[in-house]
């Protein structure tokens, strides 16, 4: 399973950037999947962002971003979406999605993740 991931980039405090992640080469369905995003700040070890179940209808998030970032998929088109609005200079590291065949409940721990996308830099400032 590959996971390209693409978005990103430089931001000010209170812009909005968007992530997607495209999952390719599975045997399985998309659908089938639980899907996550991690970051890891500069000097920090990787930390659980979001987490979205197979079907779409169950999210989770760490407390940090709770309303201001939103995790979505689109099963068509074998992607999952993370939306950054309200950044803040702390928003700062590397994003990664991720994939787990776990359904219930939503992982929210690296070891639960089989798949990781390459990680892609999001830098914001004050």
């Known amino acids: 399973v590959q996971l390209q991931a693409s978005g990103g980039g430089l931001g000010q405090a209170g812009d909005s950037l968007r992530h997607s992640c495209a999952v390719s080469?599975?045997?399985?369905?998309?659908?089938?999947?639980?899907m996550g995003w991690f970051r890891q700040a500069p000097g920090k070890e990787r930390e659980f962002v979001a987490v979205i179940n197979d079907n779409g209808y169950r999210k989770d998030y760490v407390d940090s971003v709770k309303g201001r970032f939103t995790i979505s998929s689109v099963n068509a088109k074998n992607t999952v979406y993370l939306q950054l609005n309200s950044l803040k200079p702390d928003d700062t590291a590397v994003y990664y999605c991720a994939l787990s065949q776990i359904k219930y409940p939503l992982p929210r721990v690296e070891q639960s993740f089989v798949s990781w996308g390459q990680g892609t830099l999001v830098t914001v400032s004050s």
């Open positions: 080469g599975s045997g399985r369905p998309f659908s089938t999947y639980t």
